[in-house]
DNA sequence: CCCGCGAATGGAAACGTTACCAGATTTCCA
DNA sequence: TGGAAATCTGGTAACGTTTCCATTCGCGGG
């Protein structure tokens, strides 16, 4: 690989001259800088990464940790990311855990592995870190940024919907097409967001004077397997509800998929509502009505802020997000009383 | 941040030992390498990543090239790639075209991108590029892998299922259940691997006696929308067929959300094949049979090839990756002759 | 007792770049 | 035309590491 010495040699001039054409800075004479130029297309020169980094201590570089990239909830995120980067000439890198054994170990070691990488700034999804450790790593690189749930101790750093109000809403959606048996599938307990969209939900049904008691709430893990398993287990269990609120989408399609192998026809029988509005709720069969969280909003805002710590840049940063229901096919009146569902 | 310097200062040794305690090479005193250990975790020293790239010439990171992530048939490649990587301590840098425009300059822009960042190794996976394109850009960087496409050119830096094959298997799978009359949804035209399981698809047919000619192929491009619109126009068409190939996943559950509202009842009225076999396969309604494609193996083995290059490893290296079909719900025996489909 | 060998150690050099300084040349105005 | 200012240029230092070489020390064998 060619270097600013070759180009300079081959061009005739110094060193600082050389460097003064491959950056932009500082002035250098037209008849010379056409004479570097041509060195270095001649000889293919591109400035070594490593060397730019180390002297000027700055990587150019976002690191990201993301749980596990299953389905399709975090693509678009790692996506916007990507290019809001690479449009600035930085980059991105990654870092996943694994999806099985104890996650909150593999987020620590995830993103103490990108600290090391010399990651100007991090941006961090995780359900399963506590308190203790975002704010232990958050002094190991303060460029850091929590997405889609909040801590207490390092709220600016944190970028996210409000997913009580995510409950509430999806709870009044329901609610309007008159329904008023009610069952939920949700994520697990130890997601801070899942709890609150629940709570939102249960909120919003005690306040239109609906029992939470009498709702049904079966708890699961966010993927379609568990999705469709728990509709397996609530047509078991023979209670009675006529909507279905599933804490995200990938659960709201498991369910879709056995409904439609049980003969359940949605909405007819029963309306299901998703949360999340991702890619898998869009040709699901039917189309899944979703509450939509704008997470390219969410992200792209998040990502702002740490441009703005890491780099001093101005971009403006929003810091609240509107939240609705993206209709399509699975949400409708409520069946009448008489035309009981026949569980199987 | 913390030097070696300072560790070696704290410590009262010189610059050599503190680096031998820390690389672990060259002899040390325990005395002494003890004092070192401590001063390191004192002063929380974590080697620079930059200088080390600079010295050594090597960055310990391999690039991914990306069309775009969208859907669920890339995801597991990143997953693979970084799992791989992070546990012999490298890293993964990712480049997404952004799906829009020209997405041959794109690639091309996106992969040297990640050559001028220093990886040492690169993955690609692209359907636009061409020959002269893949060849000038192995120039700059040989040590490149060419995954899910061949190129002559380059044929061992290619890894590749046998899409030919693929498409022979899924014929093959849809006249064991005596269909006989076909459609198709395509990808698009310019993507090899989906004319080769086109290709594979009717060459399969004509041994078995069907007239390609006889078959509709629609012309689509990967995705559920397309698959959405190519199943309204088919059934808008009029054309007779108990059997639908689709050239992917996704497309297939565009295709499935699209009958379930026509009111077309699969697989009873019709067949519908997949192709990868995607997470977006497992939980559809009703679930979808699809050509498997070892994806992971494909993933992996390229990998495997690149570390050997770069790193001078000795991974063994499959080129071979065998191809089968998962069944599920979409694939069953075509109907009677006489329960014609009603075509809406 | 001395020679030689191996272990342990410190320090200089190098990786490729940019920032800075100092010197040289040109430009411009009084 | 003289001098100050602006423009242009080359070389050196520095970023944080590791590799290599030279030096010292201790020890065992001849």
Redesign the pocket.
């Known amino acids: 690989?060619a270097?600013?010495?070759d180009v300079a040699r081959l061009a005739?001039?110094?060193?600082?001259?050389?460097?003064?054409v491959?950056?932009g800075?500082?002035?250098?004479?037209p008849?010379?800088?056409e004479r570097v130029r041509k060195a270095i297309k001649q000889l293919g020169?591109?400035?070594?990464h490593a060397?730019?980094s180390?002297?000027?201590?700055s990587s150019q570089t976002i690191g990201v940790y993301i749980p596990v990239l299953k389905g399709t909830f975090y693509t678009p995120i790692l996506q916007t990311i990507d290019m809001e980067l690479r449009s600035s000439g930085r980059h991105m890198v990654v870092a996943f855990g694994c999806g099985l054994g104890d996650e909150r170990r593999q987020a620590v070691e995830g993103v103490e592995f990108l600290i090391d990488r010399g990651c100007d700034g991090l941006i961090v999804m995780s359900n399963q870190l506590n308190d203790g450790d975002i704010v232990s790593l958050s002094r190991k690189q303060p460029n850091l940024v929590v997405l889609n749930r909040s801590f207490e101790s390092i709220r600016d750093h944190c970028f996210s919907a409000d997913h009580t109000l995510g409950g509430t809403l999806a709870a009044q959606a329901l609610l309007k097409f008159g329904h008023c048996e009610f069952a939920i599938i949700s994520g697990p307990a130890t997601s801070p967001d899942n709890v609150a969209r629940i709570n939102g939900f249960l909120a919003e049904l005690a306040k239109r004077g609906i029992n939470p008691n009498k709702v049904l709430i079966l708890q699961s893990d966010f993927s379609p397997e568990g999705g469709w398993a728990s509709a397996e287990a609530l047509l078991a269990s023979k209670h009675k509800f006529t909507a279905l609120f599933c804490a995200n989408d990938e659960m709201a399609v498991g369910v879709l998929s056995h409904f439609q192998q049980a003969g359940i026809s949605v909405p007819e029988q029963v309306s299901v509502l998703g949360y999340d509005d991702t890619q898998s709720a869009e040709y699901s069969a039917p189309r899944l009505t979703s509450v939509h969280i704008p997470l390219r909003e969410v992200t792209l805002n998040g990502l702002y802020w740490l441009l703005n710590q890491c780099y001093n840049s101005s971009l403006k940063v929003e810091r609240e997000f509107p939240i609705s229901i993206t209709w399509r096919a699975t949400v409708a009146k409520a069946p009448m009383a008489k035309a009981k569902r026949s569980g199987k």
């Open positions: 690989m270097t600013i010495k005739g001039v110094g060193l600082g001259t050389a460097s003064r491959v950056t800075k500082g002035s250098v004479s008849a010379t800088a020169f591109r400035p070594s060397a730019r180390l002297l000027s201590g």
